[in-house]
């Protein structure tokens, strides 16, 4: 773990845990409350089991892997180990994997999954063999002992009362096109309904889709067709659900030759949805702090390990299609525009200004005041 990444982590941890939400779930449903491994105690030597759904987005090999192995080390004095393996968006595979942890008696497992319904058969399998499932960035289906993510409907919200201020005089009566993410992702539903609550009944929604597996090629072939049936200068702007689809679709605007481009919107905070938010691009994305999102999920994968309750960690309960009075926690989530980079991931350390200011994005670094 490089020195930026450890100054990442320790700056948000501290915000994370203070954030007071409210419950979601029934109080007398409260799976949390009963200490269902206090039988069987464990000390600091550990095997926890990491699956996380793909590779494409930068993320996951880049923050939330390294920042989970980091924090269980150190909530653990470096005994316990981590048993980690990608999905590289396949379910079935995904399964398999999971499966094989449970085979090999692992003592907990955390779950961000491809498929958040496909999963629940492992998930249940891991509950008949005792073994605590955390369900890590999205709320897998079956028997989940605890939950951490960001708050999704809000992310939407965010999403899309920036593309609201970035129409302007638009924002009454103008076109959109909604590039939502894959239907097996239950944020990617949330992300959806946040948006909507704030762009309905204020623009028009000429085109709306559902990106198969989150891939920008899918959000640039869609966006293709949204050109084609609509007519490029016809759209005012795109509800992009996160900056890897945003990345196919301003090359798809590109491609149809527009002179300007309508605001788009992001999230992630990845570098190159940073970068074209510097270059004037893109107009947003949404700032995520994984090290907050990662810290939590190791505190609860330990604790569940050793047969602790949650109760000093998450504060609130959610209800999964499946499971009720998850305990939980969510983080919360920032604009990102080219107004507050150095306030959000530069200061964090997600990034330097090095990072963002390659040669290609030098001039436009310096409108934005990044030097």
Not at 275 to 293: C, D, L, N, T
Request: net charge positive.
């Amino acid at each position: 773990m490089n020195t930026r990444m450890r100054r990442a982590a320790v700056a948000v941890a501290a915000t994370t845990m203070a954030v007071t939400l409210a419950a979601c779930g029934s109080a007398k449903e409260s799976g949390g409350d009963k200490d269902e491994n206090a039988g069987s105690k464990k000390g600091d030597a550990l095997n926890i089991g990491l699956l996380l759904p793909e590779n494409q987005t930068a993320r996951y090999e880049k923050f939330d892997k390294p920042l989970i192995e980091k924090h269980i080390k150190e909530l653990t004095d470096g005994k316990a180990k981590v048993t980690y393996a990608n999905a590289k968006q396949d379910a079935t595979v995904q399964n398999q994997q999971a499966d094989t942890m449970i085979t090999n008696k692992v003592d907990v497992l955390i779950v961000d999954a491809v498929d958040s319904k496909a999963i629940a058969g492992s998930v249940k399998k891991a509950k008949d063999a005792g073994i605590p499932v955390v369900a890590y960035d999205r709320l897998a289906e079956g028997p989940i002992d605890a939950y951490t993510s960001f708050d999704n409907e809000e992310v939407g919200r965010v999403q899309g009362k920036a593309l609201l201020e970035a129409l302007g005089d638009k924002a009454k009566g103008g076109q959109i096109v909604m590039m939502n993410g894959a239907i097996t992702d239950p944020n990617a539903k949330l992300f959806k309904k946040g948006a909507e609550s704030v762009l309905k009944g204020k623009v028009k929604v000429g085109k709306s889709y559902d990106t198969k597996e989150w891939k920008p090629e899918n959000a640039n072939a869609n966006m293709e067709g949204a050109i084609s049936a609509l007519g490029k200068d016809k759209i005012d702007g795109v509800y992009s659900a996160n900056d890897g689809m945003a990345g196919g679709i301003i090359t798809a605007l590109k491609a149809a030759g527009l002179s300007k481009l309508p605001p788009v919107t992001g999230q992630d905070a990845e570098l190159a949805g940073v970068q074209r938010i510097v270059a004037g691009e893109q107009f947003m994305s949404v700032y995520k702090s994984y090290p907050a999102e990662a810290k939590v999920a190791a505190e609860m994968a330990v604790a569940l390990g050793k047969g602790e309750k949650l109760d000093s960690i998450a504060k609130t309960k959610v209800d999964s299609p499946t499971t009720k009075g998850v305990p939980t926690v969510l983080v919360p989530v920032v604009s990102l525009t080219d107004k507050n980079i150095k306030e959000t991931v530069i200061k964090d350390g997600i990034y330097s200004v090095d990072e963002i200011c390659t040669a290609k994005y030098k001039a436009d670094c310096g409108k934005v005041g990044l030097k």
